[in-house]
């Protein structure tokens, strides 16, 4: 079955520090891969996407390049704030008919300290 | 920006009581999913709709939980009776597109956080 494994937190950094938080997943097929966030006592928000082989996903910041032969999917930032401090999530949609959810890992919490 | 609205935010029920929560996805979208997030843990999906028609429940435990989207538009997720293990938050979310692409992105709701006392 499909699987995503993400690194363990939490990850406590100092602000303006280099971020990488590591994702690895096991599919069948040509899976789509998805970065999500949490903040505090609220639902996920999409950050950033790759639905194909080397294409990088990037928003506010992060980026995070799609590596088939690895099979995986970090998540990177060059420089770190205390508001991105949150749960951050790997997940992965498989393709197949029309049943596509999300395989979520287990979630990296992430600390920045000013 | 449209969003996914979700209630009640927060209940509290008794073990044995019935629970239900309401989701509203995005306006015109296909897809509808429920998701059950445990404290510390990444959601797991429950029920996926295409329209009013389920296409995934194959991890809805079917002895207590039901979900349905009658009108292939705002949806229902009920458990009874409930159980301690079943404090959770509950995320709906939903996506334009019926089939699998790979613009379908998912949008989720604020989630409902459940306790079971």
């Known amino acids: 079955g499909n699987s995503v494994t993400q690194m363990e937190g939490p990850v406590t950094l100092s602000e303006e520090a280099f971020l990488t938080i590591n994702c690895t997943y096991t599919?069948?097929?040509?899976?789509?891969l998805f970065w999500y966030v949490q903040y505090p006592g609220e639902g996920l928000q999409l950050l950033l996407k790759a639905t194909k082989a080397d294409d990088k996903g990037s928003n506010k910041g992060f980026e995070a390049t799609y590596r088939k032969e690895t099979t995986s999917f970090h998540l990177e930032k060059g420089s770190v704030q205390v508001s991105d401090s949150a749960v951050y999530f790997c997940?992965?949609?498989?393709?197949?008919?029309?049943?596509?959810?999300?395989?979520f890992g287990k979630g990296t919490h992430l600390i920045i300290q000013p | 920006e449209a969003e996914v609205a979700q209630s009640p935010r927060y209940k509290i029920t008794e073990k044995s009581q019935a629970v239900a929560f309401w989701c509203d996805p995005i306006s015109g979208h296909a897809t509808l999913y429920w998701y059950r997030q445990i404290l510390g843990q990444g959601p797991e999906l429950l029920v996926q709709f295409q329209d009013e028609s389920v296409v995934d429940d194959s991890q809805l435990p079917k002895d207590r939980f039901s979900a349905e989207r009658l009108k292939g538009v705002d949806s229902t997720l009920k458990i009874q009776p409930a159980e301690l293990g079943d404090s959770a938050m509950y995320l709906c979310?939903?996506?334009?597109?019926?089939?699998?692409?790979?613009?379908?992105?998912?949008?989720f709701g604020e989630g409902s956080w459940l306790t079971v006392v």
């Open positions: 599919a069948t097929g040509y899976p789509s």
């Open positions: 979310a939903s996506s334009l597109f019926r089939d699998s692409f790979s613009g379908n992105t998912i949008y």
């Open positions: 997940a992965l949609s498989a393709r197949g008919g029309g049943a596509d959810g999300l395989t």
